[in-house]
């Protein structure tokens, strides 16, 4: 009874016991291609994603996303799935090329318009507020074979994007993500060992482009909310930022350490930081090396005064992707790693598991540890100062074996340790969890699961059907706690 008044008089960070206090959100996400299907539908035309499933060779070449989950006709039982858990937030994101189909606004899809507002406007009938991410990876293949995200002037391209979007539903989208996880897409888009849509195999230069034209295209998009649509409509907008907490394999290598983690997370510094621009030891590090290597400049193009007055600032609050840690050791002679989710071979760092951690039954690189999540909250707060943290993704792939004990532990002990960052004092406002319904997992296709809802894929009608961890994530948000008795929550996981 005590927590119960406690949190709920208390305007303060403070809340005791395990509940999460009334003014927290959840919410759960999905993405574009990964759920919608239709992807010829009208006047949609293809965007990266679409063509990299559909050529040979590729590791999603037997498998694609084109009916998916089908949500572009089945939008109203997502939204009803959503309703049934209580959530919050929903978060989706927009199809680039269902809205622009030249990719430029030359040309606005009147289907693709009344898809999204459909969607939206069934959500908000519901009480959910909608979290859109204007690019969860689908660029319109016809500004790839312009160069892409190589290219500069996808900033404008980006920003043109994204004004259409505030211009059509910024009345009623109040929080948005510009970009999902810089990292993510530029790092394994243009790695030799993951299989991304371009699957440009160029690790040492496409990347680096590609982040600093990713951090510009958000800032265009930032500042155009914040000049015209901000006054009127008081919402956010931030993009997301997948990071794993990083520790070191023992205490000799806490500056190597420290260099793994700030690589990983340049993409933030020019954005969070006060000084703006990437991390100084990591611009250094790259002039150094590219000179060594024979390049006319650095592979890591730095930013003029100009563009670092541009960035800095452009936020609202701190959207965080966190799945998984890794332990940080130096790389044994002859040993071969990659960035981002192996090491860094420009750093010499090797990135492993802690043998202690559990790992998923089918998702290689998912091992469990929810105190990484606090940790990065912590580091956040200490490096950029005490920003609104939302948790905009975070959850458990499994091969889909019912009832999912370990996804509700997943979850639990990932709660619990927000719940502890909020009795620390860290601003963090909501829980986003991935994903509300199984989803297209890129090149792993539909082997994998992370939904609260499990999609009969098999079914033509897409039966969306509870999991046992949707069941407990539901008792979670009416009770606002987080450590309930649940007859699916055993302890012989
Ligand atoms: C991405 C999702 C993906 C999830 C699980 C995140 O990095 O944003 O699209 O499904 O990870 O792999």
């Not at 496409?206 to 500042?223: E, P, Q, S, V, Y």
């Not at 541009?310 to 040993?335: A, H, I, M, Q």
């Amino acid at each position: 009874m005590r927590t119960i008044v406690l949190c709920f008089f208390l305007t303060s960070q403070v809340c005791s016991g395990h509940k999460f206090p009334p003014w927290f959100k959840f919410g759960a996400a999905t993405s574009s291609y990964q759920i919608e299907g239709a992807w010829n539908v009208s006047d949609k035309t293809q965007h990266i994603w679409d063509t990299y499933c559909h050529s040979s060779g590729n590791k999603c070449s037997n498998v694609n996303a084109d009916e998916g989950a089908n949500s572009y006709y089945q939008w109203r039982d997502d939204i009803q799935a959503a309703a049934d858990l209580g959530l919050d937030y929903y978060r989706f994101s927009i199809s680039w090329t269902r809205i622009l189909p030249t990719g430029f606004p030359n040309k606005i899809s009147d289907d693709g318009v009344r898809y999204y507002n459909d969607l939206i406007n069934g959500l908000l009938e519901k009480g959910i507020e909608p979290v859109v991410t204007i690019y969860h990876w689908e660029l319109p293949q016809s500004l790839q074979d312009l160069g892409g995200w190589t290219n500069e002037l996808i900033r404008t391209w980006f920003a043109d994007y994204a004004r259409v979007l505030f211009s059509l539903f910024a009345d009623r989208v109040k929080i948005w993500l510009t970009i999902n996880e810089p990292l993510i897409m530029c790092a394994a888009a243009y790695s030799e060992h993951t299989a991304m849509a371009p699957g440009v195999r160029d690790p040492n230069y496409g990347a680096f482009l590609c982040a600093k034209n990713t951090i510009m295209a958000h800032a265009h998009a930032w500042r155009i909310y914040d000049e015209l649509y901000k006054p009127k409509y008081h919402g956010k907008v931030s993009l997301a930022s997948q990071i794993f907490w990083m520790e070191g394999i023992n205490d000799e290598v806490q500056q190597l350490t420290e260099l793994a983690f700030k690589l990983n997370v340049m993409y933030i510094y020019p954005i969070f930081s006060k000084r703006g621009g990437w991390p100084v030891e990591i611009e250094e590090i790259f002039v150094e090396l590219s000179k060594k290597e024979g390049y006319s400049s650095s592979r890591l193009p730095p930013f003029t005064d100009e563009e670092r007055e541009f960035v800095k600032g452009t936020y609202d609050y701190f959207g965080l992707n966190y799945y998984t840690s890794r332990l940080v050791r130096p790389t044994f002679d002859g040993e071969k790693t990659y960035w981002p989710f192996r090491g860094s071979p420009d750093l010499g760092a090797a990135l492993v598991p802690d043998a202690s951690w559990r790992v998923s039954d089918n998702v290689p690189w998912l091992y469990e540890y929810p105190k990484g999540l606090r940790h990065i909250m912590e580091w956040i707060k200490k490096e950029f100062g005490d920003i609104e943290i939302i948790i905009t993704e975070v959850g458990y792939g499994d091969s889909g074996k019912e009832p999912d004990h370990k996804r509700i532990r997943y979850h639990k002990e990932h709660l619990e340790q927000v719940h502890l960052a909020i009795q620390e004092g860290i601003r963090v406002t909501g829980y986003i969890a991935w994903s509300l319904i199984d989803t297209f997992e890129w090149e792993a296709g539909y082997t994998v699961k992370f939904g609260l809802y499990k999609v009969d894929y098999n079914d033509p009608s897409k039966k969306r059907k509870l999991r046992a961890s949707g069941l407990y994530y539901a008792d979670v948000i009416k009770s606002r706690d987080f450590d309930i008795k649940h007859k699916y929550i055993s302890d012989e996981l």
